[in-house]
């Protein structure tokens, strides 16, 4: 019985620490979106996510780069520095109160910058749905592309890596999902399309809600908002 006991105060003192402000915030824009896949790596340590935009003025695009992964040499989603092609990119942030070194390890490869934001002045980022941001000053981390690399015959788009995403983006509604596809660039190399539906070789099988009916929907919304690029896809 005091065994017992004592479990039960170690997972209470854990959920308290949850519930305490932190200063760090993470902004996810590709798989990070994805509850699951974002609790997967920050455990118990990462609060409640808000949606939000990163606004254009930022200056950043983002894209489908090149990276090896423990998945194989795939492309992922990143974000670089874009100039006159940047444009608005929908996202969440989530508190993060002590697993930040776990996320460095997951997006080893990236850059990660921070940026300062104050609610009493005026910011690149901008919440949705109706959502507040913090109401005191905080940081908010991103991890950026270090290199833009267009995907290719040996490193294609993942359609099981490009399923977690689209699932993360619909808790949001359609209409965020569609905004991401839209907003994301290099779903061509020049005049080719290297994406490959590698669903029957699942290596996420720990992400909840990849079903049938979930990928049936995804499958729908892509050739909806991109058909000229979704017809393109490799089986």
């Not at 670089?80 to 996320?103: H, Q, T």
Request: hydrophobic share 30%; aromatic share 12%; glycine share 6%.
């Amino acid at each position: 019985m005091v065994k017992t006991r004592k479990k039960k105060v170690i997972k209470l003192n854990k959920t308290k620490k949850c519930l305490k402000k932190t200063k760090n915030f993470i902004f996810g824009y590709g798989s990070l979106i994805n509850t699951h896949s974002r609790e997967y790596t920050g455990k118990s340590y990462i609060g409640k996510p808000i949606p939000v935009i990163l606004l254009k003025k930022a200056g950043y695009k983002r894209i489908w780069t090149c990276k090896d992964t423990k998945y194989g040499c795939n492309s992922v989603l990143g974000i670089v520095k874009g100039k006159k092609s940047s444009n608005d990119i929908v996202g969440i942030i989530a508190p993060i109160y002590k697993c930040m070194k776990n996320f460095d390890k997951r997006e080893k490869g990236y850059k990660k910058i921070k940026i300062k934001y104050d609610p009493k002045k005026k910011n690149v980022i901008k919440a949705l749905s109706n959502k507040r941001l913090p109401n005191y000053p905080c940081n908010i981390y991103i991890y950026v592309s270090k290199k833009n690399i267009q995907p290719k015959y040996n490193c294609p788009i993942s359609q099981n890596y490009l399923d977690v995403v689209l699932l993360g983006c619909l808790e949001y509604g359609k209409a965020f999902a569609k905004h991401f596809i839209k907003n994301t660039m290099n779903w061509k190399n020049n005049n080719e399309v290297f994406w490959k539906n590698d669903r029957k070789n699942n290596k996420r099988y720990w992400i909840k809600n990849l079903n049938k009916k979930n990928r049936k929907m995804i499958d729908k919304i892509l050739s909806e908002t991109i058909p000229k690029y979704f017809k393109l896809r490799k089986n």
